[in-house]
């Protein structure tokens, strides 16, 4: 029974993330985006509980890889598709809509199969990247489609990037908590129901600053690789001829 709890905690995520889509579809954004980052709440405590009671599992990983699809990858998309696509070309806004969580299904099986480093994350995480997402969409009044699409863009590209992100994941969970995690969670569920476009703007601004983290580390290696090619160009020439 004890090695079922983290499991529970997961497909409390992928309940969270059909209910998302659902709400998206009915046109009740707001919530929608609550049930993402509630969802959010719960991806992060399924591994911390898993490691406090030494019940870690391949089931548990693969499941967990499946349910972030659902709820980081598809729910996010299609929330921004019904509130920000509306008024552009629909295959056009099919295909971008549909590479946003093929690029976190890739992101995911890169994770399950490759080595990472340790106290970092190989590209964008998922659940960040479809946390900002949902968030994103709560400005589509402000924010026109354009810049709507390259926004989710670069998400999708940071999420198969390279760049390393802070692991805070291993921030362990002392096995006397988890009596209080439903806690933890009713009381979040509560203040998002009560409170749902304060908190998902609120939410936004640090899934913002960790996302935005990845292109500042991009660009500041692309700026370096940059620098050396200028300062030995023979080298750099010949090492594109191999």
């Known amino acids: 029974m004890t090695k079922s709890i983290p499991n529970m905690f997961t497909l409390g995520n992928l309940f969270l993330g059909m209910i998302g889509i659902i709400l998206a579809t009915k046109g009740s954004t707001n919530m929608a985006a609550i049930m993402i980052i509630i969802a959010m709440l719960l991806d992060g405590l399924d591994g911390r509980v898993a490691r406090a009671l030494n019940a870690q599992s391949e089931f548990g990983k693969e499941l967990d890889s499946l349910s972030d699809?659902?709820?980081?990858?598809?729910?996010?998309?299609?929330?921004?598709?019904?509130?920000?696509?509306?008024?552009?070309?629909?295959?056009?806004?099919?295909?971008?809509?549909?590479?946003?969580?093929?690029?976190?299904?890739?992101?995911?099986?890169?994770?399950?199969?490759?080595?990472?480093?340790?106290?970092?994350?190989?590209?964008?995480?998922i659940p960040a990247a479809g946390g900002v997402l949902a968030t994103l969409a709560l400005f589509h009044e402000e924010i026109t489609a354009p810049y709507m699409i390259i926004a989710m863009l670069l998400l999708s590209y940071l999420m198969i990037s390279s760049v390393k992100y802070p692991n805070f994941k291993k921030i362990g969970l002392p096995k006397k908590a988890i009596k209080y995690t439903p806690i933890v969670v009713i009381a979040a569920v509560m203040v998002a129901v009560f409170f749902p476009e304060q908190t998902s703007k609120l939410i936004f601004v640090p899934l913002l600053l960790y996302a935005g983290y990845g292109l500042k580390q991009n660009f500041r290696k692309l700026s370096r690789k940059k620098r050396q090619e200028d300062r030995n160009p023979d080298e750099a020439y010949h090492s594109s001829d191999r």
Request: aromatic share 16%; net charge positive.
């Open 69 to 125: 699809v659902i709820s980081f990858g598809v729910a996010p998309a299609l929330i921004m598709y019904t509130v920000a696509f509306g008024g552009i070309n629909e295959a056009f806004a099919w295909t971008i809509t549909a590479i946003f969580p093929m690029c976190g299904a890739l992101r995911l099986a890169r994770f399950n199969v490759r080595p990472g480093i340790p106290g970092y994350f190989i590209g964008l995480p």
